[in-house]
Nanobody
Framework: QVQLVESGGGLVQAGGSLRLSCAAS????????MGWFRQAPGKEREFVAG????????YYADSVKGRFTISRDNAKNTVYLQMNSLKPEDTAVYYC???????????????????WGQGTQVTVSS
């Protein structure tokens, strides 16, 4: 079992920044790919960013490339999502997720992840 807890969401003006954190407990966090997803009202959950177990490789959705940065600290069992130049269309509930079967493959589909946090709300005002 893996437990994931997100934090760091909030209300920010367009152009501002937020850093989300996802603290993991349970099984060996440092061995797994971690992903961030988001879901806006009335929309499907979409992939935002992913990072391999070592942190050496990352992947971003085109909509956030150049603005968001995913990173991880395996000593702290935590993955981060630094979000800069936020836009109103970034407003959503943000979730972190993992699949213990993946250490180097970054899946982009929500169905490829087994464990999810409860989500943290990010609201960007115009």
């Amino acid at each position: 079992q893996v437990q994931l807890v997100e934090s760091g969401g909030g209300l920010v003006q367009a152009g501002g920044s937020l850093r989300l954190s996802c603290a993991a407990s349970g099984r060996t966090f440092s061995s797994y790919v971690m992903g961030w997803f988001r879901q806006a009202p009335g929309k499907e959950r979409e992939f935002v960013a992913g990072i391999t177990w070592s942190g050496r490789n990352t992947y971003y959705a085109d909509s956030v490339k150049g603005r968001f940065t995913i990173s991880r600290d395996n000593a702290k069992n935590t993955v981060y999502l630094q979000m800069n130049s936020l836009k109103p269309e970034d407003t959503a509930v943000y979730y972190c997720a993992t699949n213990p079967n993946y250490s180097t493959y970054i899946g982009r589909g929500a169905a490829e992840y087994d464990y999810w946090g409860q989500g943290t709300q990010v609201t960007v005002s115009s």
